[in-house]
């Protein structure tokens, strides 16, 4: 499964839109993105994920470049309850394929 | 509907006792995975099983853990003779039998080893 590279952390205003980065430049063709979130000493949430086209859900959409390489994940009005710790993880398509966790990015929503 | 179930949430052994952990997946799901994270660390895969089958159990320690998904019943993740390194929260996914097949976890059981 490709890497993914995401920054360490980040904050957020409470009611504005939290945009987390990652990358993924080494992506293969059958990789899906997919985002995960892990708010303390709770069990990882899936949010969303996509192939190549941007996806929308009810808790937050997948901006994915046109080359594959970067994707963002929005949430459009973050709250206090959104501070979590956020995973891109780049997936193969063929089920079984185990979840690979990297560090990464803590985002703090501010009041 | 139910989502991943896992018991018990807290467990405490000491030392060279058994811990045994609960996994009950979505209904409908076939597919379940066991994860660990370790204080302090990052979440990391154990071992996936299908329905009486382990399919994949390259993160599995090679001693003192196993697990079994049988034909009926919850999934167990078994630890023998426990030691303070195996003090973590042990999370169970499981997915449906589908592609792709997005994985759903439990709130995790909290083994702490005295």
């Known amino acids: ?111 | 509907n139910a989502g991943v179930m896992q018991n018990p949430r807290h467990l405490v052994r000491r030392r060279g006792q058994e811990a045994r952990l609960r996994c009950s997946p979505v209904k409908g799901h076939s597919h379940v995975y066991w994860y660990r994270q370790l204080p302090e660390e990052g979440l990391k895969f154990m071992v996936y099983l299908q329905k009486e089958n382990i399919i994949d159990e390259s993160g599995m320690p090679k001693e003192r853990f196993s697990a079994e998904f049988p034909k009926e019943g919850p999934s167990i993740l078994r630890i023998q003779q426990v030691v303070r390194g195996d003090s973590a929260a042990y999370f169970c996914a499981s997915s449906p039998p589908t592609v792709p097949d997005t994985q759903y976890f439990g709130p995790g059981t909290r083994l702490t080893v005295l």
């Open chain 1, 1 to 111: 499964d490709a890497k993914t590279t995401q920054p360490p952390s980040m904050d957020c205003a409470e009611g504005r839109a939290a945009n987390l980065p990652c990358n993924h430049s080494t992506i293969s063709g059958n990789e899906y993105v997919y985002w995960y979130r892990q708010i303390h000493s709770q069990g990882p949430q899936y949010i969303i994920h996509g192939l190549k086209n941007n996806e929308t859900n009810e808790m937050a959409s997948l901006i994915i470049t046109e080359d594959r390489k970067s994707s963002t994940l929005i949430l459009p009005h973050a709250t206090l309850r959104d501070t979590a710790v956020y995973y891109c993880i780049v997936r193969g398509m063929e089920y079984g394929n185990k979840l690979v966790f990297g560090a990464g990015t803590i985002l703090r929503v501010k009041s």
